[in-house]
């Protein structure tokens, strides 16, 4: 099981940190991403760390403001959102796969396990 938090309402060029905490699991076995959902939009892919952190990406629209880390022995994975836009805002989820592939680690389908999600709003 995910657990999502560390959402909340800030401000246009605030900070946010958000963790993504596994519990009965290892999370240092999985593959993790962020995903979001605006509304009335669909779920967007944001970044993905390997299980090992060895390899990361981001997606464009958050390149150089996010940042993807985990900490294993904490068994909890973090997405540090700086210069935060209104355009950010939107539900977060973090999901787990133990699968990865170079074609497919922005696709929702590749990742079975899911969080609750938690919500950023950010105002301008």
């Known amino acids: 099981q995910l657990q999502a938090s560390g959402g909340g309402l800030v401000q246009a060029g605030d900070s946010l940190r958000l963790s993504c905490a596994a519990s009965g699991r290892t999370i240092g076995s999985y593959n993790i991403a962020w995903f979001r959902q605006a509304p009335g939009k669909e779920r967007e892919f944001a970044a993905v760390?390997?299980?090992?952190?060895?390899?990361?990406y981001c997606a464009d629209s958050v390149k150089g403001r996010f940042t993807i880390s985990r900490d294993n022995a904490k068994n909890t994975v973090y997405l540090q959102m700086n210069s935060l836009k209104p355009e950010d805002t939107a539900v977060y989820y973090c999901a787990a796969s133990t699968y990865y592939h170079s074609n497919n680690y922005y696709s929702t389908y590749t990742y079975p396990t899911w969080g609750q999600g938690t919500l950023v709003t950010v105002s301008s």
């Open positions: 760390i390997k299980w090992s952190g060895s390899t990361t």
